[in-house]
């Protein structure tokens, strides 16, 4: 990437730590730039206060998680899919963020400028759950499929005195200060480049005011504290109309449905085909966007369903825990695997095969998933 970086317009830098990887890329983010950088859960516990400023700053950047099978240094070049709740709780404080799982390899692709879309029009960091499985995995992709032209939305970005805005471009009434935090409906601000004339402002990682001017001292106004609060929580109405829901694959009315999320998709779709082979409907609901996670269609999606089983690559049913925190969602069973591999269809097969025998257990154990 970095020797191809010039003739394909970017820029590659190879930092000394993940702490200075994720604060350079937001410091170029707020010059203007579309930044991104990645690492695996270990980088990424290094990255999660860059994550807080990110959106204290309201400076949008991506960050990729490759996940790997944990804890510490785990098993490192091994897959799993055991990150999800630190990347739902990544920073401190509720701050507005929008985190997507990729469905294979090719998705990949398609899934960046759709994520650095919803990041720049909302100015929030955008976080990509990856896996080993993908970023060191092979896939035949229709060369169709990756010849796209996406389009570039960069939000509520000032580049020009006369740029995008207000009356006069600065996201405040004509003839006023700029105020880089401005309260909107919407709770995006328009965002000026450092250095366009008349658009000075602080980008302050304490609690602010419209124009950046810090509040978090001993005299602290309350009310401030609360309307900015409420300013940038209200882009998460925004990101989740953005963010398109879930659909089902298959039949409403099938035997069963296999529930998964991101990089498990391909191996799902294996399996409910074997399982139809073998006179067992199936269909499949695969979850690429988990915040938002659009709660409310997931389960009006499963509340028609005779029987579900959420399919994960992790030791504790992370997915399973957060949907049901979310909605209250309790599946009828689950698959899970945390030995460092991918699914295999023929361990989704007997496994779900054993659970519509009406086994009592709902989990079960590794000996009879892997064969």
């Known amino acids: 990437m970095a020797a191809n970086g010039r ?42 206060e860059g994550l807080g400023m990110s959106a204290m700053m309201e400076t949008p950047v991506v960050v990729i998680n490759c996940q790997r099978a944990g804890p510490s240094t785990g098993v490192p070049t091994k897959t799993e899919q055991g990150d999800l709740w630190q990347m739902l709780g990544a920073a401190f404080g509720d701050y507005p963020r929008v985190i997507a799982a990729p469905l294979d390899i090719g998705d990949c692709f398609t899934l960046i400028p759709e994520i650095f879309n919803i990041a720049d029009r909302f100015q929030c960091p955008g976080l990509v759950l990856c896996d080993l499985l993908l970023s060191e995995g092979r896939l035949s992709v229709d060369p169709k499929e990756l010849d796209f032209n996406p389009k570039i939305d960069r939000g509520e970005l000032i580049t020009s005195a006369n740029g995008n805005g207000s009356s006069n471009g600065n996201g ?16 995006v601000s328009p965002r000026a480049v450092p250095g366009v004339p008349g658009h ?8 602010h005011d419209e124009d950046g001017v810090l509040i978090s001292d001993e005299y602290t106004n309350p009310i401030k504290r609360r309307a900015m609060m409420e300013k940038r929580m209200r882009k998460m109405e925004g990101i989740t109309a953005a963010a398109p829901p879930p659909t089902l694959q298959g039949p409403a009315s099938a035997d069963v449905t296999l529930i998964g999320w991101g990089s498990t998709q391909g191996v799902i779709e294996e399996a409910c085909e074997l399982l139809r082979e073998q006179g067992v409907s199936a269909s499949h ?15 009006d999606i499963l509340s028609g369903a005779k029987r579900t089983i959420i399919i994960e690559n992790n030791y504790s049913g ?22 460092g591999e991918p699914f295999m269809p023929h361990h989704i097969v007997e496994a779900v095969k054993e659970q519509l025998k009406g086994k009592t257990d709902l989990s079960i154990p590794m000996h009879e998933i892997m064969v």
């Open 7 to 48: 003739k394909a317009g970017i820029m590659v830098r190879q930092v000394e730590d993940e702490i200075g990887v994720v604060n350079m890329a937001i410091g170029a983010a707020h010059a203007g730039l579309r930044a991104m950088c990645a690492t695996s859960g270990g980088g990424f516990a290094l990255m999660s």
């Open 172 to 187: 405040s009434e004509a003839g006023s200060a700029y105020k880089r935090y401005l309260i909107t409906p919407s709770g």
């Open 285 to 299: 609901l695969q979850i690429r966007w988990l915040v938002p996670l659009h709660g409310d269609a997931i389960v």
């Open 200 to 207: 000075t402002h602080t980008a302050a990682t304490d609690e």
């Open 318 to 339: 992370q997915f399973a825990r957060y949907l049901r925190s979310e909605t209250s969602f309790v599946p009828s069973g689950h698959i899970r695997k945390y030995d």
